[in-house]
């Protein structure tokens, strides 16, 4: 289990449906704080936890995350750390809350980019590696990053993948089949995808994952005891915990508090990308990917 950071600082409200905040945390470090209270769902923060990881263990640019705690004492003495929920502002929720690192200096990123520009990001083919793992764990939302400068000198942008809280559909925790959920808006950086080459290593990497690897990617978690079951220590999973997947086509299977395992849906590696190839409008003329 990773250990846990405090909040010390405040700089800003973010945009965004989660109204996330960006604060500074003891390490010296500036976190995207999603807070347990946010506006779409108390789950968004284990799918962010839970995919992210699993990211990295794909080898995908995405952030560090942690766990970070924000204290009574500092939602008392800053007035803009709130969640607006349709009618008056409420405080944010002092505890346990999601950090995601602040990807690069300001002066140096961005969140959007223009089509002639982002054929030129130095590592636009991970754009395909990310649909993997979007495919994966259903991401019902669009593909989203920031573009950083690694040097005030460099002249080609980097993309990091951010914001994977509506991985396993968000709040419901379900695997619908959508061929097109989880693209990147804009098209041109799926340009090089020909063939299963393109999605490679981490195509090969999520069907050769085993559910102790994703285990592993959850570091908000602790032995209860000496019984082989896995406790929430954050209270994000409310009653439930990620406890197996498989790319392959194997159920995803959930476990509850008493450590019983239920099916709650499918999920479908390949044959989900093939869909989103074959649907994808903008690919036509170019060979259609095959089992």
């Not at 952030?63 to 007035?79: F, G, K, M, R």
């Not at 929920?85 to 002092?94: A, D, E, Q, Y």
């Amino acid at each position: 289990m990773n250990s846990c950071i405090s909040a010390i600082q405040h700089l800003r409200p973010l945009r965004g449906g989660a109204q996330s905040h960006l604060l500074r945390a003891t390490d010296g470090n500036w976190y995207v704080t999603k807070f347990q209270n946010n506006p779409q769902h108390i789950r968004v923060l284990a799918n962010e936890m839970l995919a992210t990881k699993v990211g990295l263990a794909l080898g995908l640019p995405m952030p560090h995350v942690a766990v970070i705690e924000v204290s009574d004492w500092l939602i008392e003495h800053t007035a803009e750390l709130g969640i607006q929920l349709g009618g008056p502002t409420i405080p944010c929720r002092s505890g346990k809350q999601f950090g995601s690192h602040c990807v690069g200096p300001p002066d140096r990123t961005l969140d959007y980019m223009p089509s002639e520009s982002l054929g030129g990001i130095r590592n636009v083919a991970d754009f395909a590696g990310v649909l993997v793992l979007d495919k994966w764990t259903c991401n019902a939302d669009g593909r989203q990053a920031v573009f950083w400068h690694r040097t005030p000198r460099s002249r080609r942008y980097d993309a990091t993948f951010t914001d994977q809280g509506y991985c396993f559909n968000a709040g419901e925790w379900t695997f619908p089949d959508y061929a097109l959920r989880g693209v990147f808006a804009n098209n041109c950086v799926y340009e090089g995808v020909t063939g299963w080459d393109a999605f490679e290593p981490a195509l090969t990497g999520a069907e050769e994952m085993d559910s102790d690897a994703i285990w592993g990617a959850q570091p908000t978690f602790r032995k209860s005891g000496t019984k082989e079951i896995e406790t929430d220590c954050t209270g994000w999973w409310t009653n439930s915990t990620v406890a197996d997947a498989s790319f392959g086509g194997s159920s995803v299977c959930f476990v509850n508090r008493r450590g019983t395992r239920f099916q709650i849906g499918a999920i479908r590696g390949r044959g989900l990308l093939r869909e989103w190839r074959t649907q994808a409008f903008f690919m036509s003329g170019k060979p259609h990917l095959q089992a």
